[in-house]
């Protein structure tokens, strides 16, 4: 049985949702706030959250970005709001689709099941979801090749990239700077070894919260480099 989260503050519609879902044989549970809504929908497996715009406490943006920091689930947004430029946002933010209120149950019910169809068809022919590395704070989606510390997105470039994700990949393993230049540039290093260095020192600034006293990447002095764990 799929399980179905519906964050919304008005009752009457949390209610009539949940009616019509659970008519369909959904499991079904309601948060009626935005804080709690996250936290049940971070910390329990829905397959499917009905999400609201306009919620005490933290609303659906805010909800629908963190959920996409953690979860791949389908998201229904639903709002009064008719804006394009709302629609625009919330499906920018990850949301799968955005239905404005009002509505009838049925057409909530029918868009549920579609979306969840889609995603159970992805997911069983084998299409891979995103490969993420995350160590102590430090999180890299391979997949959409971007970067985060404690949350915050960070800027790299296609080279700082890969060195990262190399290192992070072979932990505590001790590279030099030759064979590091080699697996990621692909080419002798002769006189290019700065490149590594500079590149390094980029790495840090934008991971480490005390470059001084680097958390990940140590150096090993007169060796080369370590990803630390």
Known sequence: MNKILIIEDEEAIADLEKDYLELSDFSVKVCPDGETGLKSALSEDFDLV????????MDGFEICRRLREEKDIPVLMVSAKKDDIDKIRGLGLGADDYITKPFSPSELVARVKAHL?????????GAKLNEVIEIRGLKIDKTARRVSVDGVEKNFTTKEFDLLTFLAENPNHV???EELFRKIWNMDSVGDIATV??????????????????????????????FRV
């Not at 169809?117 to 022919?125: A, K, N, Q």
């Open 117 to 125: 169809s889609r995603y159970e068809r992805l997911v069983g022919s």
């Open 175 to 177: 590279y030099s700077k």
């Open 50 to 57: 009905i999400l609201d715009l306009m919620l005490p406490g």
């Open 197 to 226: 260095t500079v590149h390094i020192k980029k790495i840090r600034e934008k991971i480490e919260a005390d470059t001084s006293n680097p958390q990940y990447i140590e150096t090993i002095w007169g060796v080369g480099y370590r």
